[in-house]
Every structure is written in structure tokens, then in C-alpha cells.
């Protein structure tokens, strides 16, 4: 594993509990920095935690990120423990279960546009201010291939995905001669928690389409997280990098 000089950071990480989260989460506390998590599952991120700890310093908060209360004082609660917030990792998510557009419910279709897009809004917006008033900051937005490409039967987590990669690049221009760089990743599939609310067709066909034959494995997807969240990463911002195994084509 290379080695990412995080030391002295301080990194929020949603959805942080399980999955590709709790991997960046491993990955930045080896690299030297404290990590936040924010998850709205308690018995999980108290089982992340303990498991954790032993890396380095490791904070939690439940916080429900569709409610802007919860994320502000989820905020300041991170401030006024670690003085300030280095780095921002939009990663929870939800897919919403698998159907075609007008076989999905529209309470489903919102829910997943609200997690998965209006979430990572409300904690940018929170965020944000914090990075600009000390000049530095990293945001890394976990987008998908799904937002480059529209997979059938699931056009309400590809919306939203998209709609991420475009907040990404709007965001970006915003801050671009500030010292906060904001970039996506847009992954192909990871085999984690998040499969339990898909088909099994569904899963067979986000394989097919991964020319290397496999899904990502989420230590990978933590280890370009890790350099877009660190000081090297200094002139790419307003960028989608590809985790998608050859699937990507643009």
C-alpha cells in the first residue's frame, strides 16, 4: 500500500459505517488523518468505531443527511471537536431497489434523489464555509458509472449520480482559487451492503458490462479517495475519475 500523507487532516466521511466509507475510512486513518463519521445507522457506526480505533482517532454522528438540522450541528459538533474540517467524503447512498420508470413509486424515486443528491448539497453547503475560512479543503464525491451512462431499471439512482457529477462541477468552478478542490469518482459496482436492495438480474447485468470481468473491490475505490482527499492532489478540480473496470467510455 502506498503511502498517502494525510497527517494532521481531519476528514468527514457520510455513510462512513460500511462499505466503500468504512474503507476510506481505514485508508485515511493509515495515512495519518482523524476521521469523522457520519451515518444514520447507530448500531453500525458504534461497530465501525470499535473497530477502527485502533488505527487512530475516530469520531461518529448519527445524522439523518436529508434533514439540514442534523448535518448542521453534525458540523459543528466535528469543528468544535477537531478545531477544523480538512476533507469531505459524500459517500452514503442508497440505490432504491430495481424497476422500470414507471413501475417505480414516486415517494422511492424522491427518496433516493433526496440521499443521494440533496444530502451531499446540504453537507457542502455546511461544510463549505468552514474550508474557505481556513483556505483549504478537499471534497470527494462518490458518483457512480450509472450517472455517465443511465442503467436501465434503476433511473432514479442514476439521476441522482448524475446529478452529482454535475454539483461536482459546478461546485468546483465556484472554489476554484479558494484552496478547496472538489472531484468525483464514479465507480462501477462494489460488492457491498448496497447489493441486498438490488435483483439478481440487475447485479448479473452490472457485471457484463465490467470488461475486467470482476466488481471493484473496495479498498481500490479507497486508495484514489485517498489521494483526491490529500495536499498532492493540487490542480484537479471539477473532475470524475473512472473506477469502472474498462466499463467507462467517456
Not at 431497489?97 to 414516486?106: H, R
Not at 465490467?210 to 493540487?234: D, H, Q, Y
Request: hydrophobic content about 50%.
Amino acid at each position: 500500500m502506498n503511502q498517502i500523507d494525510l497527517k494532521g487532516r481531519v476528514a468527514v466521511i457520510t455513510g462512513g459505517a460500511q462499505g466503500i466509507g468504512y474503507a476510506a475510512a481505514e485508508r485515511m486513518l493509515a495515512s495519518g488523518a482523524a476521521v469523522v463519521l457520519w451515518d444514520v445507522d447507530a448500531a453500525r457506526l458504534d461497530q465501525a468505531k470499535a473497530a477502527l480505533r485502533t488505527l487512530g482517532l475516530v469520531s461518529t454522528a448519527v445524522v439523518e443527511l436529508t434533514n439540514e438540522a442534523d448535518v448542521t450541528a453534525a458540523t459543528t459538533e466535528a469543528v468544535t471537536l477537531h478545531g477544523r474540517i480538512d476533507i469531505l467524503v459524500n459517500n452514503a447512498g442508497i440505490t432504491g431497489g430495481n424497476a422500470t420508470t414507471w413501475e417505480l413509486a414516486p415517494d422511492v424515486w424522491r427518496r433516493v434523489i433526496e440521499v443521494n443528491l440533496v444530502g451531499p448539497y446540504l453537507t457542502c453547503r455546511a461544510v463549505v464555509p468552514q474550508m474557505v475560512k481556513q483556505h483549504y479543503g478537499r471534497i470527494v464525491n462518490i458518483a457512480s458509472v450509472a450517472g455517465k451512462e443511465g442503467n436501465p431499471n434503476a433511473s432514479h439512482y442514476s439521476a441522482s449520480k448524475a446529478g452529482l457529477i454535475a454539483l461536482t462541477k459546478s461546485l468546483s468552478k465556484e472554489l476554484a482559487t479558494k484552496g478547496v478542490l472538489v472531484n468525483a469518482v464514479s465507480p462501477a459496482a462494489a460488492k457491498t451492503a448496497i447489493f441486498d436492495s438490488m435483483t439478481e438480474q440487475h447485479i448479473a447485468f452490472m457485471l457484463s458490462k465490467i470488461p475486467m470481468a470482476r466488481f471493484l473491490e473496495v479498498g481500490e475505490a479507497a486508495a484514489m479517495i485517498a489521494w483526491l482527499a490529500s495536499e498532492e492532489c493540487s490542480f484537479s478540480t471539477g473532475a470524475v475519475f473512472d473506477l469502472s473496470g474498462g466499463r467507462a467510455t467517456y
